[in-house]
């Protein structure tokens, strides 16, 4: 699988004009993902799949997916519709990052159902299922479960192209969920787990993938990149939960480590704040030495 770059990107409302900016400053340099987080009961943040709409518009190559998109608070139904227009909309530039919501608080605090353990992992593989039943126009929708029930309904309309659904988990049992069912891991940033235990996760993965006869070299993995892009050489192996911050040659470097020791080949990059120009070091920088590495130049 050839490697792919982007960025992550928060919707704050009062910052609106600086996310389309860096979502165009990934689209003119060749990045091939932007993420747009979603924490919805963040007061500061705008409506996550509004600003993924108005990004899609303004962009004419990337491709945009939630980082990942509330559960709880985005009924899997209507996850589905939204993801499947959105394709149609851009000629197939969307992708499907999902999770239980980090926050279970802000979850309830926004009337949303408190979940946790085997009924939050319920709830991920239900939506799965309908969301993927409901991509198939012309066949009707039913899926009964223990969280969401869907029955009834005709599938429609289907996507421009198949649809990645990437889960954002990190727990034992979400992880064999991702090799055993979903497209792809969107890992969780360092300070969640730590750098050191992202190969084992990945490991896991692949082993609950071949239990079910899938390849696990068909499950995108995406690994979190926070930190700056710098002039010069200044914590070039991160860590725990550090941030990377480090010559463009230092960020290729640990790019080609974590593709080749860890099994990652989606990187995405968490710039400070909203700085186009660290979005266009990592584009032009970073990126071409990675790829030299990876043998994708």
Known sequence: MKAR?????????????????????ADADGLDLVAIQDHPYNAQFADTFAVIGACLAATGRVSLYPGVANLPLRTPAMIAKQAATFDVLSGGRFELGLGTGAFESGVVGMGGPA?????????????????????????????????????????????????????????????????????????????????????????RIDAAARSVGRDPRTITRLAALPGVVSDRPLHPNPRGSDPIHGSPQEWADLIARLAYEAGFDTFIYWPPGFDVDQVQRFARQVVPLARKLLGDS
Not at 5 to 25: E, K, Q
Not at 125 to 142: H, M
Not at 174 to 183: E, F, P, R, T, V
């Open 5 to 25: 770059f982007g960025i992550s990107i928060p919707p704050v409302a009062a910052a609106l004009p600086d996310v389309i900016d860096m979502a165009l400053a």
């Open 115 to 203: 979940r946790k353990g085997r009924a939050a992992l319920m709830a991920l593989a239900e939506a799965i299922a309908i969301i993927r039943a409901q991509w198939r126009p012309g066949q009707l929708v039913s899926v009964v479960g223990t969280e969401y029930t869907v029955q009834g309904i005709e599938g429609g309309p289907a996507p421009a192209h198949p649809i990645g659904i990437w889960l954002g988990a990190m727990g034992p049992h979400a992880l064999d969920l991702i090799g055993s069912a979903a497209d792809g891991w969107v890992a969780p940033l360092p300070n969640w787990m730590p750098w050191e235990q992202w190969a084992d996760a990945n490991v």
